[in-house]
């Protein structure tokens, strides 16, 4: 059986979560678009189509780890998996900076290592496109 302080604690987490997940918001409450990434010989692929907003987007695939922030940068695009090189906990994406939840480590949003503890940059895929679709390896 729940205490009270552990019931308000639980409740306040999912109420949260249900909020957030619900309306696709970062911690910052800046809507995120998430793509479901098709994967074939080891090439993740999104529809251009799909992206209607926003300067990122999060590429998701149930064989990730987490998912990839995926920023579009004039005619290119940066792609990173969210997962934090200490320990691996899901970084939040931001426009600029990214933020580890679990030890406060930071980066860039290309990926470098602003903050510690994380002494290694976020894993980077190579990424190139066509007319229709965005693509990730
Ligand atoms: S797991 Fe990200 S800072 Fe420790």
Known sequence: MLDRRKFMKTSSLAGTALCCGLVGLTSNCTAIQYLDATLEDQ????????WTEGEFVLVRNP?????????KNDDNYTALLLECTHK???????????KCPCHG????NSGQV???PAEKDLISFQT????THIHLR
């Open 114 to 116: 602003l903050t510690g």
């Open 88 to 98: 691996q906990c899901e970084v939040r994406p931001g426009t600029q900076v990214l």
């Open 43 to 50: 090439t993740m692929s999104v529809e251009k189509s799909q």
């Open 105 to 108: 480590s930071e980066f860039s």
């Open 128 to 131: 190139w496109h066509d007319q």
């Open 63 to 71: 064989r990730l780890p987490a998912p990839i922030y995926l920023r």
